[in-house]
């Protein structure tokens, strides 16, 4: 069966089931929000009464996206959507709470674009090419003939933003422009969503980034950057462990670097490291060394030991790194 | 005459000149330099032999630009280009010492978008409603019959990425995406460029964004954030002043902040105060009561006399800003 023709089986199901449920995976992410909201002000547009439901909390930068009102929690459910239709979901434990749903739905429609996607529902519709699941619910809304308003072009939008990085990571495409595009011609204001989704930080994630650029040293002639952020700048931040994330950039950003090192202090005596790389160098290989690991470019591991001795060693493993490559 | 006639009437007059300069305003910024880039590359395929015209230093961000080695700095030319086509340029005078080729030069040509464009050249082509000059340049590629490659393809998605703000702007259109989109499907490779373009920092600018962040203080219930550098931080980051740009960014984007203010000491006494606000406040009208002005959400002003006192004014004068919008 061609992707087409699953789509227009699916297209079908949905306007002919007695009721639709509308859900996504826990800790969800712009794509995942945005699609399943992108999609119910679609049906509702269309005079069905989909269920949207909230399994976990939204995150505050998402506060802005129309439809929010639309959501049901999970435990106000007064009776099981006889079709489940799954977003932006490669696996159907990541539904959390809502995976009993998944068991008792007459069918399950699995709308997704992750390569590791599990393929577990009646219908599944997994492109791998698209960039977000915003993409494809962007076709199914096109197909089953929604005329689209600024409302569902500001969710299907800030799935794309959120997925490609801005338009950033590779996994853009042309097909990704195109329907952003259109979506700017539906009224889209993308100044607005971009600030929203991207350029706002609580103040102490703000005042964390500060602290963590001070603790930044530079070794190997300006190719390694290592930043280190311990309990104490945490604390004094009044920033929580998850605003952690993305603070390495400052290190890995900086002109001439091609190895940044975050080193946090989980405990006495023991450290999580993250790793990025820009260009050449396999930082899984060096975290592998710890007993750590992760992709090329992104990498991660935990170590054992005093402060000084940690970094000491990570240093020379990065030069290990620096010398195969030079094939000293 | 339509758009459509003069971008043909400027591709014949190309190919049949003699000799075509190209060239673009001094303190050229992406799309002026890939545009530049991108029309050479293309000439060349076209077996023209256009001179590219280098009359201002290259940022280095744009080091990574294809066709770099082809631009004749302008001291090291041996001849007036018959033909001169001027780039992104909205007023003659932008060419600095360019400006005596564009008075010996038979015939101007003037391809941009810029609002203000004073219409000097022989053949004028001002879209304004194109988000980047690298636009218009993609089309008269097009026109020409020239076969894109990878190399003018990155030239181009840079002109429209840097002009666009990485499609954040609200210049961007369908057209930007769309033209984006094909450049994708030529080769481009959206993560890298924007590394080159974006996500690079020197040292000392991120060591000045810790340490201006560090001085960040919040009032009016969170409303309002205060940044401050004086010259010993530049001096202990080993920053120069064009390092500030971009600063005050780190207290705007605080959630929940409407105005940030960034007060930076020129000299005993003396402060340059720089306004952003997010969405009700028009900062412009702050500064003029300190003799500045500016744009509704960007503005400035200078201010004499000693920080607390300078600080002070600033947060009444904001203060009464607030109040005038709850009508107080």
Redesign the interface.
Known sequence: MTKGMIISDIARHISSSKSVGIITHIMPDGDAIASVLALTLGLRKKGLHPIAIRNDVIP?EYGFLPGLNHLTDLDDLHEYPETLVVLDCGDIERLGQGCELATKAGTVINLDHHISNTMFGNLNLVDTGAAATGEIVYQLIKLMGIDMDVDIATCLYTAILTDTG?????N???????I???L??LGV???LV??MVF?????SK??L??????T?K?YHD?KTAVMYVDRHMLEQAGSSRDELEGLI????????VEVAVLIKEVSDQQFKVGFRS?EYTDVSRIAGVFGGGGHKKAAGCTINGGLTAVRKKLLEEIENAYNRREGI
């Open positions: 505050k801005g338009f950033k990571y590779d853009t495409t042309w097909i990704s422009h195109t952003a595009g259109e700017i011609t204001k993308p100044n971009s600030q350029d706002t930080r609580t103040l703000t005042k980034i500060g602290k963590a650029i001070d930044i530079i300006g950039n400052f290190a890995r950003d900086i002109q001439g820009k």
